[in-house]
């Protein structure tokens, strides 16, 4: 699939596809757990990405911060996963981003980096951080070390995985905007 992804839509169409998604991940979140795996999955459907479930697998130790290690929030991982099923190279031989001529003044960096930068950035103006740990804290008023048995209890007793449904969903809302914008290949 080439072209930009949202092209051939309205605004209303638009709309409802970003809600389908918000709604989706958070859905998602809700039932199963792992901010990575979920966000991924609705985006994944909803933009009809490759992969199958061998990507919800790949992305199978994202939540907690990769692994439960309080690093990179598996939501905002999930969704870089599914800007890279839809824009991401195939073959080595590809340019490793598409339409590389397609450049943002003035950094001369390809448009569909800049998107995806872009996305990160807004995550972390929305949330505080790109950082599980910084999250928990947001949400929590404090971390969590997870592969502490005290600990995991008192991140349940605090709300757990649900605390973070709406960031999930939030999140996955925010990498659908983006994927309409990149280029698809």
């Known amino acids: 699939m080439t072209g930009q992804a949202g092209s051939a839509l309205s605004e209303t169409e638009k709309m409802e596809l970003l809600d389908r998604v918000e709604q989706r991940a958070g859905a998602y979140m809700t039932k199963y757990g792992g901010c990575g795996q979920c966000s991924l ?23 907690l911060g990769v692994a439960w290690m309080g690093n990179i929030c598996g939501a905002l991982l999930g969704g870089i996963m599914a800007m890279g099923l839809a824009s991401g190279r195939e073959n080595f031989s590809d340019p490793i981003y598409p339409q590389p001529e397609d450049v943002v003044e003035p950094y001369q960096l390809p448009r569909s980096l800049m998107l995806i930068r872009g996305y990160y950035t807004r995550f972390i103006q929305e949330f505080g951080s790109w950082s599980c740990r910084d999250l928990q804290v947001r949400i929590f008023g404090r971390s969590f070390e997870n592969v ?38």
């Open 148 to 185: 502490v048995m005290e600990e995991e209890e008192a991140f349940h007793l605090a709300g757990g995985h649900l605390a973070c449904v709406g960031l999930v969903s939030k999140s996955a809302r925010m990498a659908a905007e983006t994927i309409l914008q990149l280029p698809r290949r």
């Open 41 to 63: 999955r609705a985006l994944q459907e909803e933009f009809n990405l490759p992969g199958g479930t061998a990507v919800l697998k790949a992305a199978g130790f994202s939540n």
